[in-house]
């Protein structure tokens, strides 16, 4: 944070414009908006931290989520622009599809070194090795999409690798296999990993609007922290007992949802296929 203010000086100072000199017209900070949609993430974060839910429990997010929906339409410059989402239902899509990205890569970082060093026993520092390959995957296929301006291209392979990467969590990794083959489905992942995070922000770069870009980052960064979120609640469930090739099937069985949804996604993408192939151009 502190480094944050320290950049924050050499942003250049933009004149204001004579008509938002009018105190009417300046753009207001929306305070209990921010404030209720903290209370609601709060809200949330409680439910993923309990081992079951109740109605009691899940009612204060559910009560928080119309209140903050209730109050943005009431603003003329509210915190979060749920008219833009309504009209333009693809910045949710994306938001989603981050949801179940996210989710699936940190049940992946979360549980496959558990299940390396709990069923194949090995050392943890050797297991940070072992993941090692995942890291730098994701770097490289990330450098190496975002030089690639197409963004239905993009979506395509990074959902592609991520089933082929899911496929292999569940159908190769047992407590028999070869840990060299663990750690080629672990790069599989991290392949997955990296397109998939720059394929992301492209297309939401793509449907953001310029007045909107910063809010739209935001909640694309509040959806990948409820995907984090959610796996690791999961995971406590799963794991709560010890690791075995049981419950770690059970979890990769689970991902295979949020791989569908992904794909599921596509199709809006793939109708409007000539629209984003020449998103970046």
């Not at 026993?121 to 450098?143: D, E, F, K, R, Y």
């Amino acid at each position: 944070m502190i480094a944050a203010l320290i950049l924050s000086r050499a942003i250049p100072d933009y004149p204001v414009r004579p008509e938002n000199r009018q105190g009417s017209l300046v753009k207001r900070l929306d305070i209990p908006g921010i404030l209720i949609f903290s209370a609601f993430l709060l809200s949330l974060l409680n439910i993923f931290m309990k081992h079951q839910y109740t109605a009691l429990q899940i009612a204060p997010a559910v009560i928080l989520l119309a209140l903050l929906i209730v109050w943005e339409l009431k603003q003329e410059k509210p915190f979060i622009d749920v008219r833009l989402l309504a009209k333009q239902p693809s910045l949710a899509f994306i938001y989603i599809r981050t949801m179940a990205v996210t989710y699936v890569i940190y049940m992946v970082l979360y549980s496959l070194p558990q299940w390396i060093e709990s069923v194949r026993h090995v050392q943890p520092g050797a297991t940070g090795l072992m993941m090692m390959p995942n890291s730098i995957m994701s770097m490289l296929l990330g450098l190496w999409v975002s030089r690639n301006k197409n963004v239905l291209l993009q979506n395509v392979v990074g959902a592609i690798l991520l089933v082929l990467a899911c496929g292999g969590l569940f159908f190769i990794i047992n407590h028999n296999v070869s840990l060299i083959l663990v750690v080629c489905v672990s790069m599989v992942m991290g392949s997955a990993e990296g397109i998939n995070i720059v394929a992301n922000q492209a297309l939401l770069n793509h449907e953001a609007p310029s007045a909107q870009k910063g809010v739209s980052f935001g909640l694309f960064r509040t959806f990948s922290y409820l995907g984090a979120i959610i796996s690791s609640s999961q995971l406590k469930t799963a794991f709560n007992k010890g690791v075995t090739d049981r419950e770690y099937h059970s979890l990769s069985g689970t991902v295979f949802y949020s791989c569908f949804v992904v794909i599921l996604l596509l199709i809006p993408l793939w109708q409007h296929r000539k629209v984003y192939a020449g998103a970046g151009k």
